[in-house]
């Protein structure tokens, strides 16, 4: 590495991750064509580069999140324990069994895309809510305990909001394709959970705290098979390092922004950040 390819690295990871913290994403996502396509890291050593960026980044945004509980709450462990065993099992499939990276990229395409989309169109257009209205003709109160009209009960999850195992079956998901390509679990998990109803006070933490967890696993995966697989498998530790350096900076710097944004403009700027990201890699895809 070069020291004009680390203070690259080190500008990119700092724009990236200013911008993406606040809406609880990965700034890997848009690191990766970064240094596929300026910095020329190979396959498949840019995805544990990806990772090591996260780790190194991923402190800053977590620093500013410690005090909401979130980080060590209920989602985050959910989440966690879905994607840390699939994050193992994308690294091999990776290394051993992958066939290359358009296929992927067109894949995420197909996802991200819809859900970016859709996601912008549920913001600007909200769903009015369902049974909020107290139709009992005068009944008074609930009895004590007893969930008002129209809220959801304490033993389920809100209307519209995955179940536990679902989402821990979902994270295990995204845990796969996370550490095949290294773009963290957070940056899919995010748009799923606020798109299916979630706060992004709620959902912020905990994707930022799974993607931390899942790339240090993820890396240090990696690292052990490139003990014994030939090929370029380990991570660019320099370069990994120089990105995570700004990551870590701008990561800070972000989530210090996001309770000065309304959550409207939050579920917005996530949902233009995946259609972007969709756009992005089917362009990649089909090139």
């Known amino acids: 590495m070069t020291w004009s390819e680390g203070l690259l690295g080190f500008a990119a990871g700092l724009l990236i991750s200013v911008v993406t913290a606040p809406v609880g994403v990965s700034g890997a996502v848009f690191l990766l064509p970064v240094q596929v396509s300026l910095l020329?890291?190979?396959?498949?050593?840019?995805?544990?580069?990806?990772?090591?960026?996260?780790?190194?980044?991923?402190?800053?945004?977590?620093?500013?999140?410690?005090?909401?509980?979130?980080?060590?709450?209920?989602?985050?462990?959910?989440?966690?324990?879905?994607?840390?065993?699939?994050?193992?099992?994308?690294?091999?499939?990776?290394?051993?069994?992958?066939?290359?990276?358009?296929?992927?990229?067109?894949?995420?395409a197909a996802l991200l895309l819809p859900l970016g989309l859709w996601l912008c169109a549920r913001t600007l257009r909200p769903a009015r809510p369902a049974g909020t209205a107290d139709v009992r003709g005068g009944a008074g109160e609930p009895e004590p305990g007893e969930p008002r009209l129209g809220e959801p009960s304490p033993a389920e999850p809100p209307s519209g909001q995955p179940s536990p195992r679902v989402t821990t079956l979902l994270a295990a998901v995204v845990g796969v394709a996370g550490g095949i390509y290294g773009i963290g679990g957070g940056s899919l998990l995010g748009p799923i959970l606020v798109g299916r109803g979630m706060p992004v006070a709620r959902v912020a933490p905990a994707a930022l705290a799974c993607t931390f967890v899942t790339s240090v696993v993820g890396a240090a995966t990696y690292?052990?098979?490139?003990?014994?697989?030939?090929?370029?498998?380990?991570?660019?530790?320099?370069?990994?390092?120089?990105?995570?350096?700004?990551?870590?900076?701008?990561?800070?710097?972000?989530?210090?922004?996001?309770?000065?944004?309304?959550?409207?403009?939050?579920?917005?700027?996530?949902?233009?950040?995946?259609?972007?990201?969709?756009?992005?890699?089917?362009?990649?895809g089909l090139g």
């Open 223 to 284: 690292a052990l098979l490139a003990l014994t697989t030939p090929g370029t498998v380990a991570p660019d530790w320099p370069l990994g390092i120089a990105c995570g350096l700004g990551g870590l900076a701008g990561g800070y710097l972000g989530a210090r922004l996001q309770p000065r944004l309304p959550e409207t403009g939050l579920r917005l700027l996530l949902g233009v950040m995946a259609t972007g990201i969709g756009l992005l890699y089917a362009v990649q």
């Open 40 to 108: 020329g890291v190979p396959s498949p050593a840019v995805t544990p580069t990806n990772l090591l960026y996260n780790v190194v980044a991923g402190p800053g945004a977590l620093l500013r999140h410690r005090g909401s509980g979130q980080l060590r709450g209920p989602l985050a462990r959910l989440l966690i324990a879905g994607a840390v065993p699939g994050v193992v099992a994308g690294a091999a499939v990776r290394v051993f069994a992958v066939p290359g990276p358009q296929v992927f990229r067109l894949f995420v």
